[in-house]
């Protein structure tokens, strides 16, 4: 179509208009949409013959005597009061507020309004303006809409419901009494723990002293968490076997490969037992995994234990054993690297350096207390919200 | 427990370990080394110690170490010696519902201001699924602003369900608070045996309805904008109605806090002088339920507005100012 050019639609405009659309009283009664006027507290003033239809009502019924929010159900009602008025007072309109009007018959009529205020003027008080345009069909699909995303949020509820069922199983309930030791463990999900994550850690009574193990599976989700278990479950069984810790990693190493997964971990094993004098002491091997810490006044402080071969790549991991002492007053960290390479706002590690002056800080408090504050102090480091699973067991020796 | 609200957190695309450490290289399956974010923000509301089979909430850990004042935007204004004053807003919109009456106590009196967390201007990621499930959680918060401001026989204003909140935080700090305005109070909204509270349950899940259709301007789109940006609230500005913007869980959340809320029992222990403002005609709070709050507290003063409506502070902030100076003079 040939576009007009824009002088002489100019000229065309103000006859085309009179000779069309000149009846403002019509423009008015019938514009496609209920149009009303209420005063500042409600009470409708006027009403285009549109809107009468739409709410199945008389001018007589209306006018003078009902206020605007009298028309719509209690729900809508107390919308009105607690935001649509307010926002009208604050701001001077709302837009696209979706309320229903009731009808005499009881039927419901599903509307999308928008208001200005036309404020008071030479004598005369402030009107509210206000449009409703039906919406019966928008509606019905918006609560569709509204219904699909309950549902998403209910099958989300049910999946974070598993995944922290299944994390739960990835540490003991509750951690064994062990003689000459207080322990405590602290596990802490990645961000908001909707999603199952790979550490685990573990500590069992065996015939030749106690088994403790804490890893670190590669990846999240539920295959990470298939071979979390595999890893958490076949360490204590092998430990209940055997009393040597490189052996006991090692049959974890050999399972691994066994189930042909593509997922490696890194794992600490120690078996804890005591000296004559009933001192405890530990027996370690690391099978990729960060040495433990130990902070101590009598022995360096520092990472304990010998460097091996990550578990469930090689057929023969090297995987060696360090004989570590414990003396009162000392405390042991086993962590995995959620602690270490928890990031800061501006992308800095967490570090060992911050980990060993966090071990410092703590020093007097049980083991509950330096495995809290260090989770504590690794969380706040990144805002509340970890990006990696958090896995501390803590050994110390009383005074 | 561990919960998470809308909008979720975005998806993460991180490893667990790495050891740079190891002498050799390995492979890694595609995607799961892929950079990490800088930072991931979002909704923690929760924290879960197996080993103790103890719930804990984190939050409760931020709420101490973090900016309460910044939390809940709290703006400072008037008469530093003066007797402070603090205004708290109703259930819907924010701080803005004190903007016609707050600024004619500014010459007498150190004016507070705030939002409540999930309104307005404050911080939603302090936001808690389990400590703003409740009007205690709400009385907690008021009361770290007023330890944080060392307020001390301060004159509590609060609109509407912030009158029940100031209540509960008068009787469990009572030296807090000298005086109690309370604009449009009710204890228990539905009704109960011979209580009038105005609604029936039913009616209370049509409201929970009618904020689940009108989400003012906040959709999957905005959210993370005005979530991820809580320092830079222009970004935010161009949208509508953004007094009364909020993230609809946390309407629905505060709603039901709100309106199944029972606090009669509560009236007859607090211990400050009190006004309550009823509005003539009024159906969130019927005037029958400001004579209720009113018989119930201890001394209370009852004073009738000729306004009509839940918002004098709005609709009628003339009478609302002179009635609540005629109380703080008496």
């Known amino acids: 179509m040939a576009q007009p050019d824009e002088a002489a639609t100019r000229m065309h405009e103000p006859p085309l208009t009179e000779a069309v659309e000149d009846d403002f009283g019509d423009l008015y009664e019938h ?7 209420t005063l500042m507290d409600g009470t409708i003033v006027r009403a285009n013959a549109t809107f009468l239809t739409m709410a199945g009502r008389t001018r007589a019924d209306l006018v003078g005597r009902v206020r605007f929010p009298a028309l719509l159900p209690v729900g809508d009602r107390i ?18 507020i979706a309320v229903e009007l009731r009808r005499p018959d009881g039927t419901r009529l599903p509307v999308l309004v928008n208001a200005v205020v036309k404020p008071a ?39 974070r419901h598993l995944a922290q069922i299944l994390q739960a199983s990835f540490v ?66 092998a430990g209940i076997r055997d009393a040597r810790p490189a052996e006991v990693l090692s049959l974890l ?45 009598e022995h360096p402080s520092g990472p304990v234990g010998r460097p091996g071969d990550l578990l469930g790549v090689f057929d023969d991991p090297k995987l060696r054993e360090t004989e570590v002492e414990l003396s009162p007053g000392d405390v042991l960290l086993f962590y ?8 800061g706002a501006d992308g800095v590690m967490f570090g060992e350096e911050r980990l060993r002056r966090s071990l410092e800080a703590a020093r007097g408090a049980d083991a509950q207390g330096v495995a809290e504050h260090l989770v504590d102090e690794v969380v706040d480091f990144q805002s509340g919200l970890p990006i990696d699973d958090i896995a501390v067991l803590v050994l110390r020796v009383p005074d | ?141 008021l009361l770290e602003i007023c330890r944080e401001l060392d307020l001390e026989r301060a004159i509590f204003v609060g609109h509407s369900v912030a009158a029940m909140i100031g209540v509960l935080a008068e009787i469990e700090e009572p030296e807090r608070f000298g005086r109690l305005v309370l604009v449009g109070p ?53 949208l509508t109605n953004s007094f009364c913007r909020t993230d609809p869980a946390i309407a629905r959340q505060f709603a039901r806090a709100t309106f199944l809320s029972d606090n009669r029992a509560d009236l007859p222990r607090v211990r400050a002088r009190t006004l309550v403002l009823q509005c003539s005609e009024d159906v969130i709070a019927p005037p029958q339920v400001g004579e209720y709050v009113h018989r119930m507290i201890p001394g209370s003063e009852l004073v009738l507005l000729k306004a009509t409506g839940h918002c004098p502070n709005l609709s009628a902030p003339e009478e609302t100012v002179s009635a609540i100076r005629s109380f703080l003079r008496g």
């Open chain 1, 172 to 237: 003991p309930a509750a951690l064994p009494a062990v003689p000459g030791l207080d322990v405590a463990g602290v596990y802490r999900p990645a961000g908001s723990g909707d999603e199952v994550g790979g550490d685990f850690y573990d500590l069992f009574e065996t015939a030749h002293g106690w088994g403790m193990s804490l890893g670190d599976v590669c990846g999240k989700g539920a295959r990470a968490a298939v071979v979390t278990s595999l890893a958490r479950y076949t360490l204590r069984a």
């Open chain 1, 336 to 343: 995995t690297d959620g602690i270490t390479e928890g990031r």
């Open chain 1, 121 to 159: 003027a030479e004598g005369r008080p402030a009107v509210i303006r206000l449009s409703a345009v039906a919406a019966t069909d928008r509606r019905r699909y918006e609560r569709e809409l509204l219904r699909e995303r309950q549902r998403a949020e209910r099958s989300e509820a049910e999946a």
């Open chain 1, 31 to 37: 514009a496609p949409f209920g149009y009303l006027s």
């Open chain 1, 253 to 297: 190493n050999q399972a691994l490969l066994r189930e042909r997964t593509d997922r490696f971990l890194t794992a600490a094993y120690a078996r804890i037992h005591h000296d004559g004098a009933g001192r405890p002491r530990l027996k370690l091997s690391l099978g990729g995994h960060p040495p433990p810490v130990r902070i101590s006044r």
């Open chain 2, 186 to 238: 009710s204890p228990c909204y539905i009704d109960d045996g011979d209580y009038v509270g105005g609604f029936s349950r039913q009616d209370i899940d049509e409201l929970l309805e009618s904020l689940d259709s009108n989400y003012l301007g906040w959709s999957g789109a905005m959210a993370p904008v005005i979530m991820g940006n809580p320092d830079r609230p222009e970004l935010g500005e161009e």
């Open chain 2, 1 to 141: 427990m561990i919960m998470v609200r809308h909008p979720a957190v975005p998806p993460r695309n991180l490893i667990s370990v790495f050891p740079m450490r190891m002498p050799f290289g390995y492979p890694v399956a595609a995607g799961e080394t892929a950079g990490r974010p800088e930072r991931v923000r979002g909704i923690f509301t929760g924290g879960y110690h197996p080993d103790t089979a103890r719930s804990i909430d984190f939050h409760e850990r931020r709420h101490t170490t973090m900016d309460v004042l910044a939390r809940n935007n709290v703006q400072i204004s008037g008469n530093p010696s003066g007797t402070p004053m603090i205004f708290a807003h109703g259930f819907g919109c924010d701080q803005n519902m004190w903007r016609f009456v707050a600024p004619a106590f500014e010459e007498d009196h150190r004016v507070v201001l705030f939002d409540h967390v999930g309104y307005g201007s404050s911080d939603l990621a302090s936001h808690s699924a389990e400590r703003h499930s409740t009007l205690d959680g709400y009385a907690r918060d």
């Open chain 1, 79 to 96: 919308f009105y009061d607690t935001h649509f008025a307010p926002l009208l007072a604050m701001q001077g309109e709302v837009r696209e």
